[in-house]
């Protein structure tokens, strides 16, 4: 389990920044993504879960505790709606009170037990490569 608190000084509070911009051909062969899992989100100022520093930035939070401290939006472009096509920033089986998605972005996802379950598995960080699972 990790907890991740947030800083107190920031223009744009964001808990994930992902850079990834490659062409979307690229993309398919270079997966670069941010799953967080069994997390804890706390802190005293409002941050965002995840923006996007370039296009294609992915980030899933899974099985996360939110404090009241997530912005209700969740996600932030960084100011270029364009990007709103090309991420991916998704949510599974959160809870908490900052965990509510009634006002999550339009172009945010909350996954199905389906969709959540690549992320969600040590097979998506290639554990047995690397981890002594025994």
Aim: glycine share 6%; charged share 20%; net charge negative.
């Amino acid at each position: 389990n990790n907890q991740i608190d947030s800083p107190l000084e920031a223009m744009c509070l964001t808990l994930t920044i992902h850079l990834t911009s490659t062409t979307l051909k690229d993309q398919f062969l270079l997966i670069r993504r941010f799953s967080l899992v069994n997390c804890k989100v706390t802190g005293s100022d409002i941050v965002y879960l995840g923006r996007a520093w370039a296009p294609f930035s992915t980030t899933i939070f899974a099985y996360t505790y939110m404090e009241n401290n997530v912005n209700s939006e969740g996600w932030f472009h960084w100011n270029d709606p364009s990007r709103q096509s090309t991420v991916t920033f998704e949510e599974y089986q959160c809870c908490g009170p900052g965990s509510n998605t009634a006002g999550r972005v339009k172009w945010s996802k909350i996954l199905t037990d389906e969709e959540a379950g690549r992320f969600t598995s040590l097979d998506f960080i290639d554990a047995s490569q690397w981890l002594d699972l025994s």
